[in-house]
Structures are given as C-alpha cells and as structure tokens.
C-alpha cells in the first residue's frame, strides 16, 4: 500500500528566504507525483506534475524535482512571499488514483 | 484546466440527516473523484464515480452511507447519509480528463454536523 510522507509538518520562514519541502513515498512504481497548494478552508490548486520518467518540473518560483527510485521528491520555492503561506501537500498515482500525504503548512512572515 | 463548480459551499447539518453535494464540470471529463478530507488530515479517497455504472469504493468507504450518481461525463453528486459528528469534514469533488494531465478539484465542500 502506497504511503506518502511530508516534513516538515509546519515550517515558518522569513520573507525573501528559498525554501525547500520534501515528500517521500514507499512504492516507486508511480505513474506521475503532483505538488498541490490548499489555502484555509479552500480547495486545492495544481502547481506541478511530475511525469515519473521526468526528473524536474519548473515554473515560475517553483522547481519540483523527483528521484523514483529514492521514492523522494522535493519543491523548492524560490524568494519566498507572504502569499506562499499555505499548506503544500504532494500527492502520487500508480496503480491507484492519488494518494496524498499529510502536507506541510508553510508561512512566510513579512 | 476544467473548471470545477461544487454546492452547497459549506452547510450545518443535523445528526440523522443526509446531504447531497454537487459537482458540475465545465468540460467532458473521463475520471471524477470523491475525497473527504477530516479536520487536520490529509486528502482520503472516497470512491471514483463512474459515468453509466456503479461507483468504486475505496476500503473503509461504503454505498449505503456515500451514495453517488455520475449520470453523463459533467457531473456527480455524492450524499452523506445518516450523519453523525464524525461526518463532519471537507468534501472535494475531483477531475481527471488525461492521465498525462494534472487533476483538479474542486473548493470543497465543508459540512459540519451538529
């Protein structure tokens, strides 16, 4: 059965400040690993997806990067804003529909 | 991306009752998804609602208590039935149109059972 991890949990950083978030999972036989971001009380919005015979995705201040067979993915923020603050839950698909992992709720102080 | 519409937004519900949610999706989707998400937890998968049959329930998940319709490829509804305090979470209603593709959902529905 796919498990999903995240840490940190909770993660609090001053404006301007990269940052990175990890996710790991058991099984490597994933079809493709997705970073969503859910603000309070809110849905989830997209920000990347990582096709499992890709090793990165880019966009804007966000890299994704994924090593399948370390079962390890990472999201670096680049710059970070106050407008980051949100929880970052990274989820994965195999064999099953995504399976997500418990998030890492992020703020970025001014 | 699919735009995804999800009612009621929130409700507070009495013990007992039951509630239906609605998904309506702005395009034809092949795969729609049901997740409930407890206070402080994670995304759990409740069922994938299949278009003309039956729904595909995950472990732990039952028909009786989540029944869900799926009758063309832009809409679901999932209802919570017999409702108790520990019903009381975020309901997401989820699209995937091509697997190469990012899913999407929807703001969720936040049901509180007093």
């Known amino acids: 059965k796919q498990e999903v991890t995240q840490i940190p949990a909770a993660l609090s950083v001053p404006e301007g400040e990269n940052l990175v978030l990890n996710c790991s999972f058991t099984d490597s036989a994933i079809y493709n690993l997705q970073w969503f971001r859910q603000d309070p009380g809110k849905g989830l919005t997209s920000l990347l997806l990582?096709?499992?015979?890709?090793r990165e995705q880019t966009s804007g201040r966000l890299n994704a990067s994924l090593d399948k067979s370390s079962g390890r993915s990472t999201l670096y923020i680049a710059a970070s804003q106050p407008g980051d603050s949100a929880t970052y839950l990274c989820?994965?698909?195999?064999?099953?529909?995504?399976?997500f992992g418990k998030g890492t709720r992020l703020s970025v102080i001014a | 991306s699919a735009v995804i519409s999800q009612k009621p937004s929130r409700d507070i519900c009495q013990r007992g009752t039951s509630l239906t949610i609605q998904c309506q999706v702005d395009s034809q989707v092949t795969m729609m998804f049901w997740y409930r998400q407890q206070p402080g937890q994670s995304l759990t998968l409740i069922a994938t609602?299949?278009?003309?049959?039956?729904?595909?329930?995950e472990s732990g998940f039952v028909i009786d208590k989540f029944p869900i319709s799926r009758p063309n490829l832009t809409f679901s509804t999932l209802t919570v039935s017999n409702m108790s305090p520990e019903d009381s979470s975020i309901y997401l209603c989820?699209?995937?149109?091509?697997?190469?593709?990012?899913?999407?959902f929807g703001d969720g529905t936040r049901l509180s059972i007093l």
């Open positions: 990582i096709q499992s015979s890709q």
């Open positions: 989820a994965v698909t195999g064999n099953t529909p995504l399976v």
């Open positions: 989820s699209v995937e149109g091509d697997p190469n593709q990012p899913q999407h």
């Open positions: 609602a299949n278009q003309g049959s039956e729904a595909t329930y």
